[in-house]
């Protein structure tokens, strides 16, 4: 990619990839490459050679120093890379593979959801898609999907810091969950621009700190980043249908869920403790299991402070929560999955210095916070 991704999605009819990257630009790539080439063996064959000159052009640099005229070992080092490097291929300009974009940020761009909304012009039923992107600036902008990202159908305004996370409800395309850096969820009705509801997540997060003793001053350091917000929707033994949104906060060992009605209504139903912060999370296919990524470098509650070896080799690196429909409820499932790749994950802390940078790796959000400096 031109720049480094940080959110990508799939369009309603998955055949096409957004990518959003760290320059706010968004691009369009099929995700069948081979039917993307397909159309480039159709291109005139100056513009074939013209790529294919591209990737494999050759650095022609030459040295002007050589063996004789170069004495000391370090000298020699950097005479013996330059000729090295002489020889390898120069990376390509742009991708090797189609590529399209489609609209840019001012700001850094944090997440990307597209959707495809059922609309009626001219007494004909058709469906018209669109792109909503979140940034650092706490914009949460929609746009017309493609071909025509580049007209904006309108902002979303309505949060105090970067917003982190978008996630469009998959039983109401209209109704849209925001979170980020400030200390609420917001309900969108998206198309409008307008606030359905707010969640408070400052009250819930600092009683969750207060019943395991934690020190509600570390959310005065850091502050509630959101994670991960992802939804689902199960069936009770009674046959109830209950929407779900799952939210996950940088830094917390807890999962939070929340009920979510289909107008947007949204309330806390259960915080649910895990043995290391959560650094990422995803809902099954089925809907009724949700699996979790746990820190086992840091201590709970903590981004910096490292945990203790005896933990490191005790506590699993993967949770899974599967939903009980006799009590309703979300339960701690087996861990079976977890042990088998606890390994794996172990080994980012093997020395104190790798396992700071496992930090810098895991939690990140808070480097998109605006600081205030004193006058």
Known sequence: MPKKPCAITLTPDEKTILCGDKFGDVYALPLHPAEANNDLAQQPDSVKYA???QESQICTFTPSANARTVHTLRNQKTLQHQLSSATKKLPPKAPGFKHQLLLGHVSLLTDIACVAIPTEE?????VRNYIITADRDEHIRVSRGMPQAHIIEGFCLGHTQFVSKVRVLPWNSRCLVSGG???HLL???WLAGRILHKVNLRNLVTDYF???HASPELLGHTGIAVSELRSTQTRTATGELRGYLIVAMEGIPAIFLFKIA?????QHDTTISTSGNVVALTVSKSQDQIAYAI???HLCFSQSQLSDKTRLSMTPTIGILNFSEARAAWEHGSDGVSRSIHSTIRELARDADEARESGNLLYGLENLRKRVQDD
Not at 122 to 126: C, D, G, N, R, T
Not at 262 to 266: A, H, P, R, V
């Open 187 to 189: 309900v969108w009705d």
């Open 181 to 183: 850096g400030d200390s």
């Open 262 to 266: 289909e107008d947007g209504l949204m």
């Open 295 to 297: 820190d086992t470098v």
């Open 122 to 126: 001219a007494s004909q039923y058709h």
């Open 210 to 212: 207060n019943h395991h």
């Open 51 to 53: 790529i294919e000159t």
